[in-house]
């Protein structure tokens, strides 16, 4: 089974394992913030502990290798979360990303420099082919984001993704990839 890098470094970021004791900072940083996860597939958290469970979940997909990979990004040379990014190893060569960052951070091409870097990690392995997202049809940031990681618009997922925030139905999703 392919195991993506435990850490790695952009320009300006470091993306890294969770830990079991990143709750309280994750939590402070982005994940109760109902305008960051708007989109999302999770609602924010109103309470610590259910994250606490969520991130020890993720160190222990880290330790098995089960395909679904989360790194938490900070900032070089600080070691606080500002947002997370996570890669999910679907059958067939496909690499799925999804990110989130917090909102103070939003604007300043940190999404972009982080997905960038993973889709070109993706794609330099023989054994995948497509490296690809999506994101709700209201949400034109996050398909830039896509763009300006070297993905390429295909189209509308119709009825795709649940966003809890929003309501209890599947909405319309843009879907970008980059393939080899
Ligand atoms: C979406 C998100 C990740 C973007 O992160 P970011 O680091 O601010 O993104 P970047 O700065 O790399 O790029 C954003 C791009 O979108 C553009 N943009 C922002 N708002 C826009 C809007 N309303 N319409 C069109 N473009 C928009 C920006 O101009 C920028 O493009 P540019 O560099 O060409 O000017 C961030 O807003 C976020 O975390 N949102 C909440 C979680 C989320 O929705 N995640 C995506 C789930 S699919």
Request: with cysteine; hydrophobic share 45%.
């Amino acid at each position: 089974m392919l195991r993506p890098p435990a850490t790695f470094a952009t320009a300006r970021l470091v993306g890294r394992m969770p830990r079991a004791d990143d709750g309280p900072a994750v939590f402070a940083s982005y994940a109760s913030d109902p305008e960051v996860t708007r989109y999302l597939a999770w609602k924010a958290y109103d309470r610590v502990e259910p994250l606490n469970v969520f991130l020890r979940e993720c160190v222990a997909n880290w330790e098995k290798g089960g395909g679904h990979f989360a790194w938490l990004l900070c900032l070089k040379g600080t070691d606080t979360p500002i947002g997370s990014i996570g890669l999910t190893l679907e059958g067939g060569g496909k690499a799925m990303f999804g990110y989130a960052l917090a909102k103070k951070f939003w604007h300043h091409g940190f999404a972009a420099e982080a997905l960038a870097f993973l889709v070109e990690w993706s794609l330099a392995q023989p054994g995948i082919f497509r490296a690809y997202a999506f994101c709700d049809v209201e949400n034109p940031a996050s398909a830039r984001v896509m763009e300006k990681a070297g993905m390429v618009r295909e189209g509308v997922l119709r009825r795709w993704h649940i966003a809890p925030t929003l309501g209890p139905e599947p909405r319309d999703c843009i879907v970008c990839a980059k393939v080899k």
